[in-house]
């Protein structure tokens, strides 16, 4: 298990769909900036999880890299254990795995979407865990089924990569709480969301809390939120509504999202002040501030999702909150 950090863990995130040709640079600039963590995407339809982690550690010296995240349906426990053992002997210490439900209609479509996504995900998680752990395992559970399954973990570091949960609601939470090294929370993830998804996971240990967030930094803060805005548009589906239920404007929120008939019309509609509150952005100082602001209220890692056409330009840009 990491040790929660005493100061805020800026990283950042490589978009699903960033070119392929920029990923590598992408993940050494960052590096070279400062940033604690790459986290990748796994999302249906662009690049696995795995390979794009493991592309990244070697492409790069010291940086940590997360996968956020694996759909737990989407591969056998077993075998997900032997890539994430495989990636931790190869680069000790510098890896963290998010594991989750998936998107239930992206699951559904390829046949993976359980009965029960809870005890799927506890399953899961908890298996993995112990395998990592060197635990030769005998489980008949409801979805993980194991048979005296041992890795060979011998070349693995002290302490195994952390396992977290990218989960959201109550009764997910809940299962992080109890069987993961930490939550990862998707965009946005305002202090009153990061404080509310604590109460729900109500963990008994220490437990890491990775808040994703869209960025925009510059000297004039109307720019910045101007463009942040775009990349908002899709907080208004009916997925994202437990981000947005703690806020103080969430009926506004609601109501205003009902009115509009496009998510191009709800964006521009949008008053500034929820940008701000849906993201980390304006001047490098207000940045800044809203990171201290997450990190009091339990977030241990920021991931700061770079916005604008050039990619590698506004990670530049991002890196005055290193």
Same mark, same amino acid.
């Given at each position: ?25 992408? /993940? ?26 493991? /592309?990244?550690? /070697? ?37 963290? =795995? ?20 809870? /005890? ?114 899709? =907080? ?87």
């Amino acid at each position: 298990m990491s040790p929660t950090p005493a100061v805020p863990a800026v990283s950042v995130l490589l978009a699903r769909d960033l070119p392929t040709a920029q990923i590598l640079p992408f /993940a050494r600039r960052a590096e070279e900036l400062g940033f604690a963590a790459v986290w990748v995407v796994e999302d249906l339809g662009f690049r696995g999880g795995i390979a794009q982690a493991a /592309a990244v550690l /070697a492409a790069t010296t010291d940086i940590r890299v997360g996968i956020g995240l694996l759909p737990a349906g989407a591969r056998n426990t077993a075998f997900a254990a032997m890539e994430v053992a495989t990636l931790a002997q190869l680069f000790p210490g510098r890896i963290d =795995i998010g594991v989750g439900h998936g998107m239930p209609g992206w699951m559904r479509s390829v046949g993976q979407w359980p009965t029960s996504p809870l /005890a799927f995900l506890r399953e899961s998680i908890d298996a993995l865990r112990q395998l990592l752990r060197g635990q030769r395992l005998d489980t008949r559970g409801r979805y993980v089924h194991l048979d005296g399954v041992h890795l060979d973990t011998s070349a693995l570091p002290g302490t195994v990569p952390d396992i977290l949960a990218g989960v959201r609601g109550p009764k997910s939470l809940a299962v992080s709480g109890a069987v993961a090294d930490g939550t990862i929370l998707a965009e946005p993830v305002a202090p009153q969301y990061a404080r509310a998804a604590l109460q729900q996971i109500d963990a008994t240990r220490p437990h890491r809390l990775v808040a994703y967030n869209i960025a925009a930094v510059d000297p004039d803060p109307a720019t910045a939120i101007a463009a942040a805005r775009p990349a908002l548009e899709w =907080i208004g589906e009916p997925d994202w509504h437990a981000h947005i239920a703690p806020l103080p404007f969430a009926e506004e929120f609601t109501a205003l999202r009902a009115r509009c008939s496009t998510r191009e019309e709800f964006t521009q509609r949008m008053p500034d002040e929820w940008i701000s509150q849906l993201s980390v952005t304006g001047t490098p100082e207000q940045a800044r501030n809203r990171i201290e602001e997450l990190h009091r209220a339990g977030v241990t890692d920021t991931v700061l999702a770079p916005t604008g056409p050039d990619p590698l330009a506004a990670l530049d840009t991002l890196a005055v909150l290193c």
